[in-house]
């Protein structure tokens, strides 16, 4: 049985825009990495750079794998292609009902991360400085426990009197911790809108890669008179 060309060609130019979006992926998270002003602070409570580089780094030798095994109609690297599509898929599902179920958790995990910044005077003054950059930008005020974590209240947690924010003595009360948790919320309907839409590209690849698989199988058995 010959193998179908068109599926052939198929997971080859899938497997490209696979590897073209790997290396997408890992150069903007580089050049975020060198270029941009990080905060330790949300850097702690989100690690996003260094997740991108890894996803990035995955996502092109997948893609190298599917690539080279659909034109050179190798079933090694078809096979290996697919079962890592099946494990991302799997962590993909868990990491998502994970997310959805155990919300109160995953709140929790950021919270205690957050923490152990607290007491705010013992910090360097990086931190410090990355925590009064943050205040300014999310109208907050301390970490965990709101104004009392700073034994001297900085001038970033100050507010005028007619903003909806500001409760009392003219300070921000609201902890930081819980602004980035809203902020997280907020963009919770897009990052699941991306996860649905890798699972999908995710699924079609392992059933691309699979009956191509199968059909290079039944290419290379012996016919039998």
Not at 91 to 106: D, M, P
Request: overall charge neutral; aromatic content about 8%; hydrophobic content about 50%.
């Amino acid at each position: 049985m010959a193998v179908n060309k068109c599926i052939k060609f198929l997971l080859f130019f899938f497997n490209l825009l696979f590897w073209l979006s790997g290396c997408i992926i890992l150069g903007v998270a580089i050049y975020l990495k060198v270029h941009k002003d990080g905060n330790l602070i949300t850097d702690e409570a989100i690690p996003g750079i260094d997740f991108m580089i890894a996803i990035g780094v995955i996502i092109m030798v997948l893609g190298f794998l599917g690539c080279c095994g659909a034109i050179r109609e190798n079933r090694c690297m078809l096979l290996m292609f697919f079962i890592s599509l099946l494990v991302i898929f799997i962590l993909l599902l868990a990491l998502g009902i994970l997310g959805a179920v155990e919300e109160k958790k995953v709140k929790d995990w950021v919270k205690e991360r957050l923490e152990k910044f607290t007491p705010l005077s013992t910090q360097p003054e990086d931190v410090k400085a990355d925590l009064e950059k943050l205040q300014t930008e999310l109208k907050c005020c301390g970490l965990a426990n709101g104004p009392s974590d700073w034994t001297k209240v900085p001038d970033s947690c100050r507010c005028n009197a007619t903003e909806p924010d500001c409760k009392s003595n003219a300070i921000y009360q609201t902890p930081c911790a819980t602004k980035i948790i809203e902020l997280m919320e907020k963009n919770m309907e897009v990052v699941l809108g991306i996860a649905f839409a890798i699972a999908i590209l995710l699924i079609f690849g392992m059933v691309f890669s699979m009956i191509l698989y199968c059909q290079i199988g039944k290419k290379e058995s012996p016919t039998t008179a």
